[in-house]
């Protein structure tokens, strides 16, 4: 894992002692509120709801035991004792206090974590798949890339103040699990027909009101020439990109107005002219960054593990638990265990601080010291022993982590919504909560198998709902939440937009249309089928009878 | 004729509060200064909007309430949020207490 | 109104037209509006004083790619500090067409954002806060941090350079 030089923590220190007076002197009314609420909205500090919120940047999703440990640490000390993980694989606070925000930077500093660019017209914190350097079906990780993006966008002079706000997304496997083709730049790492390892570029995805799956800009791009490319289509955004109207002043929007050809003819007569300078990295630097993510020290062992094997025969939880949430690991004998932030009737994404520190402990007992956040609002330890997961289940189930729903309907992924968020128009922990319940049932989410719920309380949809299998966005109709319903989205490497199916319904109503939908793709699902896919085969009719009927 | 109240967040610790008849502000919904009818509102939202508040609170604004027994009670559910705490967490926020 | 240039306070020397209306004298020294510059190139060309062009949001400033060498100086106005467009003007300026007089940020120019344009190329900064004031800012905003992770034309060195530079040390010492 990478840790900080002197360089890098120089600057996080640098940041926190800036802010630092920034907070005294809007304390001390040398500034105005106006002029503080960019500054402290580049350091991850909204005002919600409540109370404030800080938004901590998990770079690349990726933590060390220590890190963890902090983030607990944090909760307990400048909040209630909790935090949520969000789909952007960063962690928010919902009640720190301005003039403590200083203090816990700086605590953050001292683990090498920050708050920088986690908000404003910046570039945001790079995320990846959760698996990285331990998924089986990767071609390479992808996190030494991310690093180098990370440090590449991190301040970049030019690009502070662009049109708005810049997502980066990274896959370094066939089977995107980082919704690569829903962000301003995905880049899917493929090889090209001389062998060599580099990336597709897509830009344009998004969600948000104008969702957009994107467009390949380049099918190939080196990785030594990886950074200059980058910078050429910022450049080209930051020159073109519209800024009459913030609404249409995502990347998106410039690709669907000029077309992804013209785009494609700015960026490549952008980087013509850069391609050779400064920003090309080198093969003996970028191999220095793919050291720093060397892989742990793994044990040579045998796949299979007798005992692991017998507590599943014994131990039926245990053996769901292993169905669903452990994943096949590229070395021999080890596995990529997830931990559920989705417990039945629970907020997604939510971690209290001891769980926190239990997870943190339980990955340096069996993970290398190593935990993963990912979009979907789970954790994960990517390295354990098969011999080690039986005891780390029983670990993590005694502190209510050890459910066994990864992938199922009831890891749904949901955004705050109007219990905390400022911008909501309806609530969306609650309806998450009561299709959680309403499907509890292991042996029955088992049988529906694969199907993403994914919930947004307002239409920016930071819920992802566009592209959840169904997708549930919670609006506003004369004072009263209702909930309008997507279908056949899909996050993946086949990415698309869900469609709306109909009016939408009361929040009495919504659980029970989900049920009828559930129950009408297991009436007419071919074998194997998951729900996505029946939806592709038969369309929007049969579900939008059940529905509505004759409605 | 609706009545309002002035509300916004607290500058040092973000909390939600409202503007009451002394001028202070306070947590309690049941404290605040409501008015009646558009000049009296906008007045109140005049007083809260002053330069030197500007180190008290932030981003004032206008909600509707409605008078239920002796409490106040503002006719948006997000306001009603904002009274109470997250619908989610009871032990969280004002409704904790 | 202070123009702050090379860690002094420098006076205004120039006066800045509108795109229409009347030119003051010939000898006066002036900012004209790039759509003007391209219109009446030749008759602003042949006047006596010094000639600036200014840069608004959506200017290519590749357009003035033939008369580099006739402008002493270039502004770059931002009407808004949340418009970066003029940072990516700079960097164009500078670093590809090889402007070498003065870059003057223009418009809402504040502290928090000073690093960055002097990292675009800029040299110079018309704020709106009078003299000390003005020059303390700017020295304020330019030593507020000393890492950089970029590469621009602003000579400054980056970690990475440092870093290699520490690297090969190291490789030598234990050699
Ligand atoms: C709580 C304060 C939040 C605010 C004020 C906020 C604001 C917004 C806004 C305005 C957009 C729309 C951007 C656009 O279309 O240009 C957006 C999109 C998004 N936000 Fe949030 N959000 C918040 C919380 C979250 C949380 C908790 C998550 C993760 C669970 C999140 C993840 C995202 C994602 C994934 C998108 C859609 C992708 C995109 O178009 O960028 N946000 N957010
Ligand atoms: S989708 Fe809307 S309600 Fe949900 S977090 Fe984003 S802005 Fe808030």
Redesign the pocket.
């Known amino acids: 894992m990478y840790r900080y030089d002197d360089f890098d923590r120089q600057l996080v220190h640098e940041r926190t002692e800036q802010f630092r007076e920034q907070v005294k002197r809007r304390l001390a009314g040398d500034i105005t509120e106006e002029q503080f609420r960019p500054l402290r909205l580049m350091n991850g500090v ?1 005002l ?1 709801l409540h109370a404030y ?1 800080l938004r901590v940047a998990v770079p690349y999703g990726t933590l060390r035991a220590d890190q963890l440990r902090q983030l607990g640490m944090i909760a307990r000390v400048y909040d209630k004792g909790y935090g ?1 993980f ?3 694989q960063n962690i ?1 606070y919902n009640w720190p206090k301005l003039d403590e925000i200083p203090d816990a930077l700086l605590d953050l500093a001292k683990v090498e974590m920050h708050a920088i660019q986690t908000s404003g017209n910046c570039i945001r914190n790079t995320t990846t798949d959760q698996y990285a350097g331990a998924a089986a079906d990767e071609i390479e990780d992808p996190r030494p890339y991310c690093e180098l993006i990370r440090q590449w966008s991190t301040f970049h002079p030019e690009f502070t103040y662009l049109p ?2 810049f ?1 980066i997304a990274v896959t370094g496997s066939p089977n995107d699990r980082a919704a690569v083709k829903v962000h301003d730049i995905g880049l899917r790492m493929h090889q090209n027909d001389a062998g060599e390892t580099g990336f597709e570029v897509i830009v344009g995805g ?4 104008t969702p957009f799956v994107g467009k390949t800009i380049r099918d190939f791009i080196g990785k030594n020439d990886l950074f200059s490319y980058l910078e050429a289509i910022l450049r080209v955004y930051n020159r073109f990109g519209r800024r009459d109207n913030k609404y249409k002043a ?1 990347i998106k929007i410039l690709v669907h107005e000029e077309g992804i050809d013209k785009i494609r003819e700015l960026v490549e007569e952008e980087w013509s002219q850069i391609k050779d300078g400064s920003l090309r990295v080198d093969d003996a630097e970028i191999a220095h960054y793919i050291e720093q993510f060397a892989p742990p020290a793994f044990e040579t062992l045998a796949d299979d593990d007798a005992d692991f094997e017998r507590h599943k025969s014994e131990n039926r939880r245990f053996a769901n638990w292993v169905r669903s949430n452990v994943i096949e690991h590229k070395q021999p004998g080890y596995a990529i265990a997830n931990v559920s932030l989705k417990p039945i009737g629970g907020i997604p994404g939510d971690a209290t601080d001891t769980q926190m520190e239990l997870v943190a402990d339980l990955s340096e007992k069996y993970s290398f010291g190593d935990v993963r956040v990912t979009h979907e609002q789970n954790l994960v330890l990517p390295h354990v022993k098969k011999a080690d997961l039986f005891a780390l289940w029983t670990a993590l189930d005694a502190d209510n982590l050890g459910t066994a729903n990864l992938g199922y309907v009831t890891d749904i992924i949901s ?2 919504g109007l219990d ?4 909501a128009t309806a609530r969306s922990i609650p309806l998450s909560q009561r299709i959680s319940e309403r499907f509890s049932d292991l042996d029955r989410q088992h049988d529906i198998g694969e199907l993403k719920i994914k919930i947004s309380g307002c239409i ?5 709902h566009h592209v959840g299998h169904i997708g549930i966005l919670g609006l506003d109709k004369r004072g009263k939440e209702f909930y309008q319903i997507t279908l056949g989205g899909d996050a993946s490497q086949d990415a698309s937009i869900g469609k709306i199916a109909g009016a939408g319904f009361s929040e009495a109503e919504v659980v029970d249309a989900i049920e009828s939908l559930v129950t009408k793709y297991i009436d007419i699902r071919d074998g194997g089928e998951r729900f996505i896919d029946t939806y592709r085969r038969v369309g929007m009719d049969p579900f939008k009878e059940v529905l509505y009927g004759d409605r | 004729m609706s009545l309002q109240v002035v509300t916004a967040n607290r500058l040092d610790d973000g909390l939600v509060v409202f503007l009451t008849s002394d001028g202070s502000w306070s947590e309690n919904i049941n404290d605040a200064r409501t008015a009646e009818g558009k000049e009296a509102a906008d007045a109140l939202l005049a007083e809260a909007s002053a330069p030197e508040l500007d180190i008290v609170i932030v981003g004032p604004y206008l909600i509707d309430v409605e008078q239920q027994g002796s409490d106040l009670m503002p006719t948006k559910y997000r306001e009603v949020l904002r009274t109470k705490g997250p619908s989610v967490r009871e032990d969280l926020g004002y409704q904790a207490v | 109104m202070a123009i702050v240039k090379n860690d002094s306070l420098i006076e205004q020397e120039w006066i800045t037209v509108d795109a229409e209306g009347d030119l003051p004298s010939s000898d006066e020294n002036l900012i004209v509006p790039l759509e003007r510059f391209k219109e009446e190139r030749d008759s602003l060309l042949g006047r006596n004083g010094g000639l600036g062009v200014q840069l608004n949001p959506g200017d290519a400033p590749e357009d003035l790619a033939d008369d580099l060498d006739r402008l002493s100086i270039i502004t770059v106005n931002f009407p808004a500090y949340t418009d970066g467009r003029g940072y990516s003007y700079g960097r164009v300026l500078r670093e590809r067409m090889g402007f070498t007089g003065e870059l003057r940020a223009v418009g809402d120019v504040l502290r928090d954002q000073i690093l960055y344009m002097h990292r675009c190329g800029f040299d110079s900064y018309d704020l709106k806060v009078e003299g000390e004031v003005a020059l303390n800012k700017v020295r304020a905003a330019l030593k507020e941090m000393s890492v950089y992770y970029q590469p621009t034309g602003d000579g400054r060195v980056t970690a990475q350079s440092l870093r290699e530079r520490r690297r090969a040390a190291l490789g030598q010492k234990a050699s």
């Open positions: 909204y919600q919120m949520h969000t789909t952007r928010q708005r706000k997502k998004g969600l948000g009101r995502r955004c705050p905390y968020c400022a911008l920016n949809a930071c819920g992802h």
